[in-house]
């Protein structure tokens, strides 16, 4: 059995969009890292590894992620600006509001209350300004101008080529969780030891089975799928900046304009069946196309019969209420739970990674709403 060449402070494990950052910033404030990934950042079975994902600020009354979210905003922008990678674009994201939407009203306050830019729409004003969509069973709308999309999978390797820069030894390896036989180091599975002051695991939708006893029952994987129709030639008008990205969150369906020339993006967020990472086929459903056909011909009526370019099927990894678990390990002080991104945590990256390296480094008590002790058995979902 060999050794890792050196021990660093932290050995940090999962290179998705949250080990990433917290690499990154532990590194930056001049700690030695080591990331370890088993398939490589951003990889095509990871939660980070979609082409796109969504930045909105708003959370309801749950304003701690209306803040991370505008926090992680100047993060992401700072570090495409330093990189010169151009993987944020501003498109804008449009809330579709049902009539007596409580969700919006609290967003709206917390919008309100944190100084975050919105325009509120009315029924009107949504047809009258994105014609391109049938609006006219809505009620109201809240434009988001400042938000809008992440290239996820480039922009997450785009954090761990800045945190390699920076002195982080990066290494594709899949490692083994603790065990009181091999304590304090741990093993990869093709026997190397891993030897470190801290270690962070977060690994994603893999959390589960690298620590069944303690996250089997309290991360739930379920399977999203994503859909990609054509646009018609030469026609501008599902491409930004005529269209945003948008959420009908009555409908638990979201979407983002023709970006880059892929199409235009329809995603379910509906929690679907149970998915295994590694195993499942990730073609995606009859049931589930319906489903984003159904809604294209709703709100998209000229793209009903759209083709089909590309799919993705991807993990939720989902705590009981979507709330992320953050907190050290029961039984090891100096090992850290990070994950249950619950198909919203992408956009906080950099807010995760500077909240975990903060109490790595200067210690302190996690908020209750991210401990281990928070996290039921039973999925009842209350952030969205
Ligand atoms: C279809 C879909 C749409 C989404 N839309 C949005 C959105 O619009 N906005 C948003 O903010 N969020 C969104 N999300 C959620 C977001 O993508 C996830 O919350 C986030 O990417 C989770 O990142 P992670 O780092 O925790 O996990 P992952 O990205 O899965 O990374 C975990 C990494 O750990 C590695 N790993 C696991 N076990 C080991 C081991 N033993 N040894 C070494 N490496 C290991 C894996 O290889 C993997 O690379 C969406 C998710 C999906 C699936």
Redesign the pocket.
Known sequence: MTTSSNSPDVAV???????AWIAYLLRQSGQSVAL????G?G?T??????ES???RMGYGDAELYTRWAAQSLTSWTALFTAKQQPLLHGTGVLWLARPDDAQMRATLVTLQRLKIQFERLDGDELVRRYPQMRLDDMAWGVLEPESGVLM?RRAVQTVVDAAIALGVEYRI????PPTDAHWPSLATTDGERVSADTYVF?????LPK?FPRLLGERIILTR?E?FYFGCPAGNRNFAPPQLPAWIDFGKEV?GMPDLAGRGLKV?IDRHGPSFDPDTDDRHVSPEQLRMARDFLQLRFPSLGDAPLLET?V????NTSNGDFLIDRHPNYANVWL??G????????GPAVGEYVAKRIVDGGPVSSRFALASKATVQQRTVF
């Open positions: 494990i999962g290179a998705g969009v949250f080990g370890f990934d088993a398939h950042a990889h079975r990871a939660s980070s590894g979609g994902r969504l930045i996820a390896a899949d490692v083994m977060a690994c994603g939708g893999w690298v999203q994503v979201y995603g993705r991807c993990q939720y990894e990070v994950g991104g619950s198909g919203h945590g992408f956009k906080h």
